[in-house]
């Protein structure tokens, strides 16, 4: 009875509710776009992370001699499988993690954090998604090729087909050069751009590694999967196939680990992304924490405002007040049909709301936005990625619901304490 009462009124009494509305649908529009541009940067970041990285989950090595080289990569693979997480990509690579890599060109050179060896056979869907400016992700027949971000090509005054060196540390410790084709160049000028990447193999015959050998394997996760939980699932079906360390949260505690616990063979471990993005985990949870403070002031400011015009909705239907109490409706009813007309109103203002977000964020996602290191990190050739998961949709029903309810729970308590008769007597 009470909700099919609050819609009757709440459809009567529609003009009176018109400037709450407005208010609502502004508060609706600009959560949307905090909560939408928030999952944006965050979701970017976490893909650029997971190609830069080896995905969401990767499984790596340590031993004496320090090879990183994973010898059971069937049983790694069969673990991936069998651990049921939800795949969206695999990485397999062999990985060159000294910072001395450089590469050269018309005598300029400019070194590279990490040279990534990538299966093509595996990771060529995965690779085709990068933003590639100009030449093409698929290799040549070769194989001799080298892929580099814009800033590394703006640096080095190369463009795609230029012949450029680079030059590494084999495993003997003795630096090799290999030439190499610019085979495309990608848009990336910040953190994730000072890599290059190229054929695992060409890369392991320019360190002296086997032919076919690979520091990393990963998976990138879909979306929604939660990669420590993902870690955990692949590390227990890893358990009894490959000599484990314990699961840790960090590659910092698995390094602490081996110091203190010297190893004496080769083991594995299982890390999520999480774990080797500690700066940029802080800037991501920093990000969420401002879209949550600026939701939170904005939820106040509306709440405000949606108690002070549910006051003057509340004094003009005084007499309707009396009606009903005089019909014989009792004060908690009351209550709640002015309530129930609120969350009508909430429901419907969000709904109103989220469109016009969704359409102001589908612009924005077309607007080209100035890069630089930081900026590039959470962008897409320029661009924001029109990102809202269902998460979006949630909070902003909830953020409308709660708004509708603080700001009109106190006024509609005070009309409900009035007697019939007073209520009655109103603008007699």
């Not at 093409?136 to 070769?142: A, G, L, N, R």
């Not at 640096?155 to 090799?176: A, C, F, P, W």
């Not at 320029?382 to 603080?406: D, I, K, R, S, Y």
Request: charged share 20%; net charge positive; aromatic share 10%.
């Amino acid at each position: 009875m009470v909700l099919s009462l609050a819609w009757r009124n709440f459809f009567r009494q529609r003009h009176r509710y018109r400037v709450l509305a407005v208010a609502l649908v502004l508060g609706a529009v600009v959560f949307s776009l905090l909560f939408g541009v928030t999952a944006s940067l965050n979701q970017t970041v976490r893909e650029k992370a997971a190609r830069y990285f080896s995905g969401d989950v990767v499984v790596l090595s340590w031993e004496p001699s320090n090879d990183h080289l994973l010898k059971a990569q069937k049983q790694i693979f069969a673990a991936i499988k069998q651990s049921g997480i939800d795949v969206s990509a695999l990485h397999r690579r062999s990985v060159y993690y000294g910072a001395d890599a450089q590469l050269f060109f018309n005598g300029s050179s400019l070194i590279q954090r990490r040279v990534i060896g990538m299966d093509f056979s595996v990771e060529q869907n995965d690779f085709d998604r990068m933003d590639f400016l100009s030449g093409t992700p698929v290799p040549s027949k070769s194989h001799e090729d080298v892929w580099v971000s814009d800033d590394t090509a703006r640096r080095l005054h190369v463009k795609t087909g230029d012949l450029v060196v680079l030059m590494v540390k084999t495993v003997e410790g003795y630096s090799n050069t290999i030439n190499l084709k610019i085979r495309g160049i990608f848009a990336d000028s910040s953190f994730f751009g000072f890599a290059c990447y190229m054929d695992y193999k060409v890369l392991n015959r320019a360190l002296g590694r086997p032919i076919d050998a690979v520091t990393e394997i990963g998976a990138t996760l879909g979306p929604g999967t939660s990669q420590e939980e993902a870690a955990e699932r692949l590390w227990h079906a890893l358990k009894g196939k490959v000599p484990l360390l314990p699961l840790m949260k960090t590659k910092d505690d698995i390094d602490a680990f081996t110091g203190k616990h010297p190893l004496t063979h080769k083991e594995y471990d299982v890390l999520p992304l999480t774990s080797r993005l500690k700066q940029i985990n802080d800037l991501t949870n920093g990000i969420t924490a401002v879209n949550l403070l600026l939701s939170l002031v904005f939820l106040i400011v509306v709440t405000i405002g949606v108690f002070n015009t549910y006051q003057m909705i509340v004094f003009e239907r005084t007499r309707e007040i009396g009606t009903m109490r005089a019909m014989g409706m009792q004060r908690p009813t009351l209550i709640g049909v002015f309530l129930a007309e609120s969350a009508y109103l909430g429901l419907v203002s969000s709904v109103v709301g989220m469109l016009i977000g969704a359409g102001v964020l589908a612009i924005l996602s077309q607007v080209t936005f100035p890069g630089n290191a930081v900026i590039d990190m959470f962008l897409v050739k320029g661009h924001l990625v029109w990102a809202w998961p269902w998460q979006n949709v949630l909070w902003v029903v909830l953020g409308m619901l709660a708004t509708g309810f603080f700001g009109a729970v106190f006024p509609a308590w005070k009309g409900a304490q009035q007697k019939p008769v007073d209520a009655l007597r109103h603008d007699a």
